[in-house]
């Protein structure tokens, strides 16, 4: 028994360190979000500032931070965009640009977008900008690319251009940014469904539609 004993103290403190670290792993997974009252989303009124997808009056929100350089963002686009179409008229999804510093054009395409919407064609740029991906993402052109997406979705392409210099379009972009560092958004894509996070083991087809359609089920019990 002696002989064993050696082994079976380092056996008993790799067990007890493993524990140890699987407590800590767990105690540093970060804890959903949850969006303040004060700066949560009200219908009608917010409707002229936000860019949304679906009925505006619908009595779920699903608020995304997203990056257009970003290829998870690019991958759920489509079905967000199913979604809308699923739920309608019960879901009504928002976009906010939250270009990531590690993307080098995500902040242009984020201007982009927003120059767009000033012609009243954001969601054709978002559209665009997330189906070509792969190839404005490694461009040195990137502001030509932009451009004949511009034209492509039907913009003046002129008014593009001063709206990518303006003021304008870039207030957008720093206002999105400033939304969600206030909310304590580290990552694209991020998604609140009515005010509360989804966790990222949540961030699945599954998961998202059990979210929306909990948040329902609470609406209506109201």
Known sequence: MKRYLPFMIVAVVAIA???????????????????????????????????????ADAPVTLEEFGD????????????????VKEYDPHLRIIFRNFPLSIHEHARDAAVAAEAAGLQGRFWEMHD????????????????????????????????????????????????????ANSLGVKITPDLFINDSQIGLAAKTPEGIRGAIDAALKEKSSK
Not at 20 to 46: F, Q
Not at 74 to 80: D, H
């Open 17 to 55: 360190t493993l524990g140890s670290g699987a407590m800590l792993y767990r105690a540093k997974l970060p804890h959903p979000l949850t969006i303040p009252e004060d700066k949560s989303v009200s219908g009608k009124g917010d409707a002229e500032s936000m860019h949304i997808r679906g009925n």
């Open 68 to 83: 257009f350089q970003c290829p998870p963002c690019g991958s759920i686009s489509s079905f967000l965009d199913e979604l």
């Open 128 to 179: 665009v900008l997330y189906r070509e991906q792969a190839t404005w993402s490694k461009a040195d052109n990137t502001r030509e690319l932009f451009e004949s997406y511009a034209g492509m979705i039907g913009l003046n392409r002129d008014q593009f251009k001063k709206d990518v210099e303006g003021e304008k379009a870039r207030a957008r972009v720093d206002s999105d940014e400033e939304r």
